[in-house]
């Protein structure tokens, strides 16, 4: 079973406009935290909002807030005030357990978001 | 605050042969994650270092291995290399413990390998 699904392979927004890109989890683990990434063509991975699982706010970072719904498993990503930069692939990864302990992060497959002037 | 580096960028090599990556972790950090990403696809967790040993390991064959040193940089080896192990590879660095709230990972730009 996926434990990251990503339904939108792609999405197009009009500059300026807000966007919100889908992502659910399958976790049995109480402590886990989740991450956004943003992927340009030239391929390093950006770290963009990370929310976690205790947190009461859903996180907020500049244009980039977590629409963060804990009964639904679902940590959506939402870009206000759409800019031709941020053009690229957006992955959502989960970190299993405590953030102490380092672990690895598990990725969907992403969401190419194409912005139009 | 130097960043994390990969080399080399871009590499082509032919089945059977082995080949060597290499990743330099941010300056501070002690954890090295390897990850292979595949075309259309989301990263895929090879193994961590930290400390200069293996610290958790995906579902990969022997045939990768790693090495972190002691200034915690660290090398990914693959050997007897297939057509399916062409992929973007990226290197994560972070900090273990220090009280960070998410031990967040920083990505190097990565390195695109080519198998034929």
């Known amino acids: 079973a996926q434990k990251i699904t990503q339904t939108q392979p792609g999405m197009f927004v009009q500059e300026k406009e807000a966007v919100t890109l889908d992502c659910t989890y399958d976790t049995s683990d109480p402590s886990y935290g989740l991450f956004w990434y943003k992927q340009p063509s030239s391929g390093e991975m950006i770290f963009l909002i990370y929310q976690g699982s205790y947190d009461q706010q859903n996180a907020t970072e500049g244009r980039y807030s977590l629409n963060f719904q804990k009964a639904r498993k679902s940590a959506n990503l939402v870009i206000s005030a759409s800019q031709l930069g941020d053009s690229a692939m957006y992955f959502c990864?989960?970190?299993?357990?405590?953030?102490?302990?380092?672990?690895?992060?598990?990725w969907g497959l992403g969401t190419s978001l194409a912005v139009n002037p | 605050e130097t960043g994390v580096t990969q080399s080399p960028t871009h590499l082509i090599k032919t089945r059977g042969q082995q080949v060597t990556l290499r990743c330099s972790s941010q300056s501070g950090h002690n954890t090295v994650s390897w990850y292979q990403q595949a075309l259309g696809q989301g990263p895929q967790f090879i193994f961590q270092?930290?400390?200069?040993?293996?610290?958790g390991r995906g579902n990969f064959p022997p045939r990768f291995s790693g090495l972190q040193f002691p200034n915690y940089s660290s090398e990914l080896n693959v050997n007897a290399l297939e057509l399916d192990d062409s992929a973007l590879y990226l290197c994560?660095?972070?900090?273990?413990?220090?009280?960070?709230?998410?031990?967040?990972?920083?990505f190097g730009p990565g390195t695109r390998l080519t198998v034929l």
């Open positions: 270092y930290y400390r200069e040993e293996e610290n």
């Open positions: 994560a660095s972070s900090s273990r413990g220090g009280g960070l709230a998410y031990n967040e990972q920083f």
């Open positions: 990864a989960m970190r299993e357990g405590r953030a102490g302990n380092n672990r690895k992060l598990i």
